[in-house]
């Protein structure tokens, strides 16, 4: 059975087909966000700070930062070429290669940077143009533009490549497609602003309540809780969804 649309509906009614093959993508990030929580944890109470390092030596700094960075890079690239295999082994046959995962590295390496230079070029313009008072609503609006635009970059640009294996040509026509096809992303981009929407507004809503009621510090750590679980479930499925999306839309899935 093939997707024929493109709606939410039609990704969930995949995922439930193909249960087992969903439990492994959640299984791969519940790791690789275990890994990247303890990491962080490690590097924050366990390895010196990066100005530490600089006072010994600067050389030290610059081989740490680089390191990280592509630890981080090689690491999430590994997990979300295993999701995007899985998504794909829905409906086709894929296959992990060590040569085709090196490529997908390179092409997250390509479409971060394109979003780092824009990021760059708008950050200076803006600080050029822009009156100090007005800086900082402009920079949120600045900013959440480049997250929308990145968060498509990124995910057209994995899922075409998962198809077609070619790495220029995978960064190519994500630009293309978002210029070309915008409109056909809009659902996916409206999906996450309403649910930013609704996660600031749930916040807002609690801190109210907060300084209103002024409750008992463990009920305040215990609503917090729950917020942070309900919220965090509704985006994971929101992300896992919209991965799927990508795949409808750029018509991998007939």
Known sequence: MKLKNTSIRSSWELIKRNR????????????????????????TKRMPQPY??????????????????????????????????????MEEKANFAIKDYFRFVLINIIVFAIALSLLSVLSVLVTMSVKPENLAAVSIGIFSFIGLFTYLLVNIA????????????????????????????????INIIVAAAVYFIMGYLLNLSFTKIRPAE?????????YNIITGILIYLLIFLDRIQFFVKLKIFK
């Open 52 to 89: 530490e390092l600089y006072g010994k030596s600067p050389i030290l700094v610059i081989m740490f930062m680089i390191s990280y960075f592509a630890f981080l890079i090689l690491f999430y690239s590994l997990a979300k070429y295993l999701v995007l295999l899985l998504i794909k082994s």
């Open 218 to 226: 463990i009920i305040v750590l215990i609503c917090i809780l729950i």
């Open 158 to 189: 994995q899922t075409s490549y998962i198809s077609e294996s070619r790495i220029l040509g995978s960064a190519g026509k994500s630009l293309s497609t978002i210029f070309r096809r915008g409109k056909t992303y809009l659902p996916i981009l």
């Open 20 to 43: 087992k093959k969903s439990f492994y993508i959640l299984c791969v990030d519940v790791v690789f966000l275990a890994v990247l929580l303890l990491l962080t944890k490690l590097l």
